[in-house]
């Protein structure tokens, strides 16, 4: 699996999960799966895939 360009350990999870294990706030995220956008109501029902391709991005405030 590969996330934000790094290839990592998969894990047999929900994107949900993922994205708490790892410590993102999941209303703080956007999460493209296979170049396709998850919307966050279907974070908990989408299962990882071994050959997903993830990009998380996270808002930021600055000024």
């Known amino acids: ?3 934000n360009g790094k290839i ?5 999870i929900s994107v949900q999960e993922y994205l708490l294990r ?3 706030n999941p209303l703080r995220v956007v999460v493209e799966r296979n170049k396709e956008i998850i919307t966050r109501d ?3 029902a989408t299962a990882l895939l071994p050959d ?3 990009n998380i991005l996270h808002f930021m405030g600055g000024g």
């Open 1 to 3: 699996m590969r996330v």
């Open 8 to 12: 990592v350990d998969y894990e047999q």
């Open 22 to 24: 790892h410590e993102y």
């Open 42 to 44: 279907r974070f908990s």
């Open 52 to 54: 997903d391709e993830i």
